[in-house]
């Protein structure tokens, strides 16, 4: 999960692009809207996107987060659960990408 704040005059998926980019170095297409939840933070909002991914090779920037790669859906931790927009961002991704 990558995370980021909008800059002003931007929309919320060039938002996306953008951070994405910036924290892992590819770049991402087909961008929508998930999900919603209020943050503790100030008068903030956390919006989930999902997007796929368009080119580049991921690589993390090390002023931004510490660690970014892929995982398959069986591969995923199990200490993302919970109510978080992330957590169900992942429960989601889980649900799409595995076969019963």
Same mark, same amino acid.
């Given at each position: 999960? =990558?995370? &980021? /704040?909008?800059?002003? &005059?931007?929309?919320?998926?060039?938002?996306? $692009?953008?951070?994405?980019?910036?924290e892992?170095? *590819?770049?991402?297409?087909?961008?929508?809207?998930?999900?919603?939840?209020?943050? #503790?933070? #100030?008068?903030? =909002?956390?919006? &989930? /996107?999902? $997007?796929? +991914?368009?080119?580049? @090779? *991921?690589c #993390? @920037? %090390?002023?931004?987060?510490?660690?970014?790669? +892929?995982?398959? #859906?069986?591969?995923?931790?199990?200490?993302?659960?919970g109510?978080?927009?992330?957590?169900?961002?992942?429960? @989601? /991704?889980?649900?799409?990408? %595995?076969?019963?």
């Open positions: 999960m =990558l995370a &980021g /704040f909008v800059e002003p &005059g931007e929309s919320l998926e060039e938002c996306v $692009a953008r951070e994405v980019y910036e892992s170095r *590819i770049r991402v297409k087909n961008i929508r809207y998930f999900n919603s939840q209020p943050w #503790p933070f #100030p008068r903030s =909002l956390m919006l &989930g /996107f999902v $997007a796929e +991914w368009e080119s580049g @090779d *991921i #993390p @920037d %090390t002023t931004e987060v510490t660690d970014v790669r +892929w995982f398959a #859906p069986g591969e995923i931790p199990e200490y993302y659960r109510i978080s927009i992330s957590a169900k961002l992942i429960e @989601d /991704f889980i649900k799409r990408h %595995t076969k019963y």
